[in-house]
Every structure is written in structure tokens, then in C-alpha cells.
């Protein structure tokens, strides 16, 4: 019998890391390195409906208010050396930032992880941000000894960030899972997108940036994974069939797995031809 497996997303699903970590640690390093830019929560969020860190920076150049400000360089080539240093700098701000305690595991993550491969199932992490900057997270969530034995597929390991499907193919074929079997967790429209195109099912988990954004394919979305004793979750769409109490347990999550196959539904509002 195979075992079923767990993919998670890092942003938003692991920790609310936009809004406490990476908005904070570009603002940071923005200024360290004198870049005349500052995104405040409501930019930040226009900023995440493009994948990828590197690309969120990049689009800066494409404002004619920025370039009048900032000498941006004329070739390709050297706007992405710049974008690389820029990255790596903001990444140094971000690892602080979860070291120093700033950026907390969402409600479940750390009982669902940690109980998911007690009981043999696959768990990895799917992601576009840094992998030293996944890393951090997970660690901080699962500590050490069990972050070291999940599987990473991060940064720049395939050549289109989600929405596009590259991350969750490779992580399924890397792995050797049978789709049918896989229940990726994600929290925004673009990782749902992802997932689905990857042919498999999604169950969403809302974040602060995320929770208006059209889901019609996943399968549950709620409001977090929640914990005996925390408060309850919101259910904001079954369409598993799953009875959910006022937290996830493996159980609901198995009979996600197992239930309506909403990955073989076609484009709705929201997706580009």
C-alpha cells in the first residue's frame, strides 16, 4: 500500500511569513543599501501576485518613478547580478527575523508535520522563496533533527515559479509519488494553481494576504489547521465532504486525499487561457 503524502508550501502555510518575515526584511534591506523603496502592507500585497522574490524586486524597474530615482542598470545581465545581491541581503534580514523569534508555525503545522511522519507519510516542502530561508522556517516549526530529514524543493530549482506546476512535478517525480496519493497544502491562488496543474489535489489554509483570493479547485479551504485547545477554525468550502471539528487532524487530511478529485476540474474565474 503506498503512503500517502503531504506537500507544503512555505509562505503563509509553514508561518505567516509575508506579512511578519519577508515584507519587514526587504523594507530592511531596502534601506540598508540606500534603494529608494518602501512597500507597505497593501503594495507588499499587489507585489505577491507576482512568484518569487527576485521577481517582485525586478518589477521595480519597470516603474518610472523608481528608475528616476534609482540608476537602474541597462542590461539584463547586471539588473539580475543586482537582484542577486539584493536577494541574498534581504535573506541575512528575513533568517534574523525567524532566529529572533518574529516570524511563529502557523496554528497545526507543527503537530501535523510532526505527526504525519510518525506515521510514515511522505512530508516535503514545496516553495519559490530561498531554500536557506525555507529551511529557517521549517526549522523553527519542527526543529531541527526532523527539518533535516524533509525534503526541500526551493528558490530557483525549476525554471517558472508557481502558478506555474514545475515545483510540485519535480517534487512529485523526485520523490517517486503516485498523484492520486499527494495532498498539497497551500494558501494562495497562484500555489493552488500550481497544484492543480501538477494534477493534484489542494487543501488551502488562508493567510493574511490570501483570504479573498478565488479557491473554486481546492478541496477544503479553511481558515487555518488549528489545535486541540487553540481557537476553532473557519471552514470556508468543503468540497471533500470532510467533516472538519475545530482542527485538522491526519485522519481529515487522509480522507482529503481520498476524496472528490477537484484537480480534474478545468480553468474558472481568475485563470488565463
Given at each position: 500500500m503506498v503512503s500517502p503524502a503531504l506537500i507544503f508550501d512555505c509562505d503563509g502555510v509553514l508561518a505567516d511569513t509575508e506579512r511578519d518575515g519577508h515584507r519587514p526584511a526587504f523594507n530592511a534591506m531596502f534601506d540598508e543599501l540606500g534603494v529608494p523603496a518602501h512597500w507597505d502592507e497593501q503594495e507588499y500585497g499587489e507585489k505577491?501576485?507576482?512568484g518569487g522574490g527576485k521577481e517582485r524586486m525586478a518589477s521595480l524597474f519597470e516603474d518610472p518613478q523608481f528608475a528616476r530615482r534609482f540608476a537602474v542598470p541597462p542590461s539584463k545581465d547586471a539588473q539580475a547580478e543586482l537582484l542577486s545581491t539584493w536577494h541574498q541581503a534581504k535573506g541575512v534580514h528575513?533568517?534574523?527575523l525567524v532566529s529572533d523569534g518574529a516570524v511563529r508555525p502557523r496554528p497545526g503545522i507543527t503537530r501535523i508535520i510532526t505527526a504525519a511522519v510518525q506515521a510514515g507519510w511522505t512530508?516535503?516542502?514545496a516553495s519559490t522563496s530561498a531554500r536557506p530561508s525555507v529551511?529557517?522556517?521549517l526549522e523553527a516549526a519542527v526543529g531541527h533533527d526532523l527539518a533535516d530529514a524533509i525534503p526541500i524543493f526551493a528558490g530557483d530549482v525549476v525554471s517558472a515559479k508557481k502558478p506555474d506546476?514545475?515545483?510540485y512535478l519535480l517534487a512529485v517525480s523526485e520523490l517517486g509519488l503516485e498523484r492520486d496519493q499527494v495532498l498539497v497544502i497551500e494558501d494562495s491562488r497562484n500555489g493552488l494553481r500550481a497544484a492543480v496543474g501538477a494534477g493534484l489535489r489542494c487543501l488551502i489554509t488562508t493567510s493574511s494576504?490570501?483570504?479573498e483570493e478565488d479557491f473554486s479547485e481546492a478541496c477544503l479551504v479553511i481558515s487555518?489547521?488549528?489545535d486541540p485547545g487553540g481557537p476553532p477554525l473557519d471552514v470556508l468550502a468543503d468540497r471533500a465532504g470532510v467533516p472538519i471539528g475545530d482542527f485538522v487532524s491526519l485522519e481529515d487530511l487522509r480522507?482529503?486525499?481520498s476524496g472528490v478529485n477537484t484537480a480534474s476540474t478545468g480553468p474558472t474565474k481568475g485563470d488565463s487561457a
Open positions: 505577491l501576485r507576482i528575513f533568517r534574523r512530508v516535503a516542502v529551511y529557517a522556517v506546476p514545475q515545483i494576504y490570501t483570504r487555518s489547521l488549528g480522507a482529503c486525499i
